[in-house]
C-alpha cells in the first residue's frame, strides 16, 4: 500500500486504499514507508493521503495467525507511543487511547474483527502525532531480519518502560498473549545506537530524553530478555 501511495503522487493518479492487513493504519496518513537500499525509510507528505480510504473487517478471513499478530503488535505500538508523542494533543490522544482500547479487546479476546476499527482510529492517531523510542530503536531489528511487529514486541514494551508509560503493563500483557519469541541484536551495541541517534524524527517527539548511554542500555536489556 505504500508503494501504491508513493507511485500515486508521483504518477498524479487518485489513491483508493482498501487495506487487506490491519496494522499500519497507513489507508488514513501521509506516511509511505519503503526500502531504500535495503533498509527501511520513511517519506511524509500530505499528498500521499487517500483520495478514498475503504476498511472492511472481511478481508482479514483467511489471514494467516503471523500475519495477524504481527500487523496487531504493529497497531499497538503505533498508537501508545503516538499518546505519549510529545507532538500529540487531546485530539491524537483521544484517537490513540480508543485506538488501543479497541486493538487490546481484540487480541485478548480473540475477536479478530475488531483490528481493522483499531487500526483505523490509531492511523488517524499517529498519523497526525508520531511515533516516538519504540520504533527508533526496532529498526535495527528489522535490518537484521525481524518483522516490524515482532521487534516493536520488545522494543516498544522496553520504551513504555523508559517512559514510564501508562501502557506498560498493558502492553506487556498483549506481547505475552501473542507470544512473540526472544529477539536479540548481532549488531555491535556502540554502533546500533549511534545509527539510532540519527532518527531525530521519533526521538524529538519522545515524552523523555534519550542518550547513547540509555540506548545501548535498552539494547542490552532487550538482548538479555530483561524487558
Given amino acids: 500500500m505504500d508503494v501504491a501511495k508513493f507511485c500515486a503522487f ?23 514507508v519503503l526500502k ?9 507528505n500530505d499528498n500521499y493521503f487517500a483520495d478514498v480510504a475503504i476498511v472492511d473487517p472481511h478481508f482479514i478471513i483467511n489471514t494467516s495467525y503471523e500475519i495477524i499478530k504481527n500487523s496487531a503488535m504493529d497497531a499497538c505500538a503505533q498508537c501508545s507511543e503516538a499518546f505519549d508523542s510529545l507532538n500529540g494533543n487531546q485530539y491524537t490522544r483521544f484517537l490513540c487511547e480508543k485506538a488501543f482500547v479497541h486493538l487490546e479487546n481484540s487480541i485478548l479476546n480473540g475477536k479478530f474483527d ?10 488517524l492517531g499517529f498519523g497526525n502525532s508520531s511515533t516516538t523510542l519504540g520504533h527508533a530503536l526496532s ?3 528489522s535490518n537484521e531480519g525481524y518483522s516490524h511487529g515482532h521487534a516493536l514486541a520488545f522494543t516498544t514494551t522496553i520504551a513504555h518502560k523508559f517512559n514510564r508509560s501508562k501502557f506498560y503493563e498493558r502492553f506487556k500483557n498483549i506481547v505475552k498473549k501473542l507470544d512473540f519469541k526472544q529477539i536479540n541484536l548481532q549488531q555491535n551495541l556502540e554502533e546500533a545506537s549511534d545509527l539510532i541517534l ?20 535498552l539494547l542490552n536489556s532487550i538482548n538479555s530478555g530483561k524487558v
Fill in 139 to 141: 529498526y535495527v531489528f
Fill in 36 to 44: 531504500v537500499d535495503g533498509k527501511k525509510q520513511s517519506f511524509h
Fill in 114 to 123: 475488531e483490528l481493522p476499527y483499531g487500526s483505523l482510529l490509531t492511523g
Fill in 10 to 32: 508521483k504518477m498524479n493518479k487518485k489513491k483508493i486504499m482498501i487495506p487487506t492487513t490491519f496494522g499500519s493504519g497507513s489507508e488514513v496518513t501521509r506516511i509511505s
Fill in 198 to 217: 540519527q532518527d531525530r524524527k521519533h526521538l524529538e517527539n519522545n515524552p523523555n530524553k534519550i542518550h547513547k548511554k540509555d540506548i545501548m542500555a
